[in-house]
């Protein structure tokens, strides 16, 4: 990365920082606690965008594409994942885990694999929550955030960015 995104990392790295107080230091490792912020942010950006997307952008109930048929709750999930991808993948690499000794290639296709696993968790919710629960579809898509949270940690933590 360069110059000026390594500036961005930086000052993003001291709000988060800043917000790292005794009784956080307590309980959380500073690094648990940067990959906290990050992911919370790209899962919070994550779901305005698929909100916007669903409600305001997306006026089809089903997309035919001439060979599949795609409901607008996956539409958004497809059109948010490439953009979340990008945005988590710099937070994590710049700000989080920095230092990982296995290098941008390395690590960014490992988040590339451990991400692919979270969106293959989110459809599976997806179509479960809206299909079959009949739950709204922002709403379902918050509680399959929260359900892909654990197993993106323990991966980026102990395999993505391994070592940092």
């Known amino acids: 990365m360069g110059v000026r995104s390594m500036k961005l990392a930086d000052r993003i790295t001291q709000i988060i920082d800043f917000f790292y107080i005794k009784p956080i230091r307590k309980v959380l490792p500073v690094q648990t606690f940067r990959y906290a912020a990050c992911g919370g942010a790209n899962l919070v950006f994550n779901w305005l965008l698929y909100a916007l997307l669903y409600d305001v952008v997306l006026g089809f ?27 988590g993948y710099w937070l994590q690499s710049r700000v989080s885990f920095v230092g990982s000794p296995l290098g941008d290639k390395v690590s960014g296709v490992r988040y590339l694999i451990t991400t692919l696993g979270s969106l293959a968790i989110n459809y599976v919710c997806l179509k479960l929550f809206v299909e079959w629960c009949g739950v709204h579809a922002p709403v379902a898509q918050v509680i399959t955030s ?10 980026q933590k102990h395999w993505t960015f391994r070592g940092a």
């Open 61 to 87: 109930d089903f997309l035919n594409l001439g060979f599949v048929y795609i409901s607008r709750h996956i539409a958004a999930l497809c059109v948010t994942f490439p953009i979340t991808l990008l945005t």
């Open 146 to 155: 929260l359900i892909t949270v654990v197993y993106s940690y323990l991966l």
